[in-house]
């Protein structure tokens, strides 16, 4: 069955770096599209990044634009989220998410890493 | 940006009677392959979101027929013909016609 497992949540300090990873199992990683989304707590999703199949393509919500890298390696099945320049609002759980073949929807969720920014 | 503005943003609902939750793009979701990039979520308390429906009206893999999605183009409606308990929690739409994919603000749904 489709697994994805984040880790490297942790408290940071405003300003610091962070890097979020998300390990899959149970499909072919690199024949698909992934992304970040986020939830700051007691609010709604906010889409945070993609990036293709192959990693070629990546966009980015305004938001994190400049600040935020994802990637991955296909030959460890593993998207990553480096954040830089972190601050407190960038507080929030952040889920991995498989794209659906079509691209129509996210078909599967990890179950979140808290990011927590405080000095 | 596609704005998605959903109603309403609480429901109360008598287990066993129907819910609907209404979602609204503020541009066509209708893609040219003539699909709706509109999905649906549940986000039970605790969880991690959960996907539901796809292109408008597919259900997800597991997903109860209780559990519909209908609409085109701008209008869209989620509906559960019998709540029941596993059915609390936060709904979202979402569009993926265009970037940045957006969500509309969620519903609350819960049992009387």
């Known amino acids: 069955q489709v697994q994805l497992v984040e880790s490297g949540g942790g408290v940071v300090q405003p300003e610091r770096s962070l890097r979020l990873s998300c390990e899959a199992s149970?499909?072919?990683?690199?024949?698909?599209?992934m992304h970040w989304v986020r939830q700051a707590p007691g609010k709604g999703l906010e889409w945070v990044a993609h990036?293709?199949?192959?990693?070629?393509?990546?966009y980015y919500a305004d938001s994190v634009k400049g600040r935020f890298t994802i990637s991955r390696d296909n030959s460890k099945n593993t998207l990553y989220l480096q954040m830089n320049s972190l601050r407190a609002d960038d507080t929030a759980v952040y889920y991995c998410?498989?794209?659906?073949?079509?691209?129509?929807?996210?078909?599967?969720w990890g179950q979140g890493a808290l990011v927590t920014v405080s000095s | 940006d596609i704005v998605m503005t959903q109603s309403p943003l609480s429901l109360s609902v008598t287990p066993g009677e129907p819910a609907s939750i209404s979602c609204r793009s503020s541009?066509?979701?209708?893609?040219?392959?003539?699909?709706?990039?509109l999905a649906w979520y549940l986000q039970r308390p605790g969880q991690s979101p959960n996907l539901l429906i796809y292109l408008g009206s597919n259900r997800a893999s597991g997903v109860p027929d209780r559990i519909s999605g209908s609409g085109s183009g701008t209008d869209f409606t989620l509906k559960i013909s019998g709540v029941e308990a596993e059915d609390v929690g936060v709904y979202y739409c979402?569009?993926?016609?265009?970037?940045?994919?957006?969500f509309g603000q969620g519903t609350k749904v819960e049992i009387k």
């Open positions: 990036i293709t199949h192959d990693g070629t393509i990546k």
């Open positions: 541009q066509s979701v209708l893609q040219s392959n003539g699909y709706n990039y």
């Open positions: 979402m569009q993926a016609r265009q970037i940045p994919w957006t």
């Open positions: 998410a498989k794209e659906e073949y079509r691209g129509s929807s996210f078909d599967y």
């Open positions: 149970g499909f072919t990683f690199s024949r698909y599209g």
